[in-house]
């Protein structure tokens, strides 16, 4: 029997071997120039991680995302939003719900911290499963604007805005 998966918040001495998953992830994809890895260094720095939590497998960092704040303006108001990237699972264990359990589990401890809307940018084949929606990012500007850009009120109840302006961390901007 294999061991249990724990999703549990990233520490500090996890920083090495989450730096090792990202560019084991990476390494193989079109993403594959590593900047993830310097990302997550980046916003660790900067102090604007809001979730950061690790898969563990038999003592094992297998799986790894991360939420950071970012600047949105919705409706002419702020509104308290978290940016979800990057997320990596180890190479050999994709594809059995590692990165699934991760992207739930952050979305929880978002709803908790009670941030209103949640960004992604990547795959339209994977994130609406969680609720992300390119329509709802379209009433946003913002310099990832395009398919690949989604968004989600993490009350599902909550009105959409109407529209307003979306800005990743400064750390993204400074990606080579
Ligand atoms: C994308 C990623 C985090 C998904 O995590 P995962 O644990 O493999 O995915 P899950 O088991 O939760 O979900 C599987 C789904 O992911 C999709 N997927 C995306 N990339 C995949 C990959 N490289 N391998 C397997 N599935 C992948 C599949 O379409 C699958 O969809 P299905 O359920 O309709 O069959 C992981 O595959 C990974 O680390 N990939 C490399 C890094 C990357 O591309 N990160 C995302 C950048 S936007």
Redesign the pocket.
């Known amino acids: 029997m294999p061991d249990p998966l724990v999703i549990r918040p990233a520490r500090a001495e996890d920083d090495e071997a989450i730096d090792s998953l990202i560019r084991a992830?990476?390494g193989?994809?079109?993403?594959g120039h590593q900047g993830?890895a310097e990302l997550v260094r980046m916003l660790g720095a900067d102090g604007d991680v809001m979730v950061s939590l690790v898969a563990e497998q038999g003592g094992d960092v297998v799986?790894h995302?991360l939420f950071s704040r970012m600047d949105v303006e919705a409706d002419g108001a702020p509104l308290s939003a978290a940016g979800l990237?990057?997320?990596?699972?180890?190479?050999g264990?994709?594809?059995?719900?590692?990165?699934?359990?991760?992207?739930r589990a952050g979305l929880v401890s978002l709803r908790g911290q009670g941030v209103a809307i949640g960004f992604?940018?990547?795959?339209e084949?994977?994130?609406p499963?969680f609720g992300y929606a390119p329509e709802l990012a379209a009433r946003f500007v913002s310099p990832f604007a395009g398919p690949h850009l989604m968004a989600m009120m993490l009350d599902s109840g909550a009105i959409w805005p109407q529209g307003g302006r979306a800005d990743y961390a400064p750390a993204f901007g400074r990606l080579g």
Do not use: K, M, N
Request: negative net charge; proline residues 6%; hydrophobic residues 40%.
């Open positions: 992830a990476f193989g994809t079109e993403y993830e799986g995302v990237a990057p997320v990596s699972v180890a190479p264990l994709q594809g059995r719900g590692i990165g699934d359990a991760l992207i992604v940018l990547g795959h084949s994977y994130y499963r």
